[in-house]
């Protein structure tokens, strides 16, 4: 029997080989949770309004503060958008995020981002915030702090209004102009960001996707369908979906064992499945219990590997016969085979339940209704741009699935600083 056909049967006893993944009715499953989400039902999708739209076209020449605040980095500029539509960044400044070397109280935190740009307000009235952490927006582009995470310790934030509170810092430190802060978070950002530095032609429906260390989605939806929100203005409206837990779809034995043995077992399923932070750990849990079996030669050393990562399974793909952690472990050139087929199927595995994502939302949204003007999908993440094939592989079951099945087009892009950009843009369309 040929290595593939060994591991594509082991893999069925598990339930997880890669057409177990149903995509048209995972995608239908997804569908219905987000509607539910949007009417404030109980679902795994929050599908949380933003308040923000990506209709129109932002203002050119006109200058606005930019601040990105991640998990680890903190970066504010002044950015702008010149006649061609390309941004332009100046006074750019970047520091490690505050509340990772110390904790912070949150009137030191609040006093910590004002001061870094104050000086830009000499220039601008206008700041998009992009807060990558927990928060529920307002109506008036606000946002409630939930919390943070990612190893930032900021004391008494629950429930801190940001943009109001960094207002108030402003007024009590002798700015008299309005200020104009739209609050908006990472993959709000990438759905905004990414048309910024890309080409302009026409598209139907907006998507921005992020799988990195974790993953989610954003997407424009109609007003009337977002019932929770009760609006009364026509249009359109980006929702965060926080895609991570989407849970209507069948874990194969891997991923199950993989999310027991987490800090959090049944959170996040899909990110889970997709995400640099676990999807190496599914395959080692997946390549250990074949090794146990004998699907690998008596002389392997695959019990002896540490913890699985992303980064060791794709230093394997891009040169399976070279010097790395897992090529080593084999024991003969049909184990390397063996290696390749149990991460080529996992691969697709995950690859296809972020088409049954992206599906959803272009269904949901009746998007690329015409290869002249398709759904735009602004793509971001080190681990599905930057991972070996990972990409080629989502674009393969995209155009197997939606395009040919569906009916629907799409049009991938990938933007440098979309975070940058997008925050700009918010508060560009946005005021």
Known sequence: MDPKQRVREFLAAYRQLPEYVDLK??????????????DGEEASLMMIPTYLSSNGAARLGEPVIAIDAGGTNLRTALVCFDENGRMQVSDLAKQPMLGVESELTKDEFIEGICQLVMPLLEKTDKIGFCFSFPCEIQPDKDGKIIRFNKDVKISGSEGTMLGSEMKKWFREHGVEKEISIAILN???ATLLGGPAIRDSRAVDGQIGLIVGTGSNTAYSENNEKITKAHLKEAGSMIINMESANF??????????RMDQASGSPGVHPLEKCISGLY?????GQTILQASKEGLFSAGNKIAELPEFSMSRVDAFMRDPYGD????NACGNEEDVEVMYQFIEQAMDRAARLITVNLAACIVKMDGGRKASAPARIVVEGTTILKGYSYFQRLDYFMRQFVTNELGRHY??????????????IAVLLNS
């Open 25 to 38: 009715k995972y995608t239908d499953s997804m569908l219905q949770q987000m509607q539910l989400g949007l």
């Open 324 to 327: 790395n952690l897992l090529a």
């Open 279 to 283: 999807l190496g750990h599914v395959i």
């Open 186 to 188: 990472d993959t709000v």
């Open 411 to 424: 049009q991938f892009v990938t933007a440098d600083d979309a975070n940058l950009a997008g925050s700009a």
């Open 247 to 256: 849970d209507r779809f069948e874990m194969g034995e891997f991923e199950k």
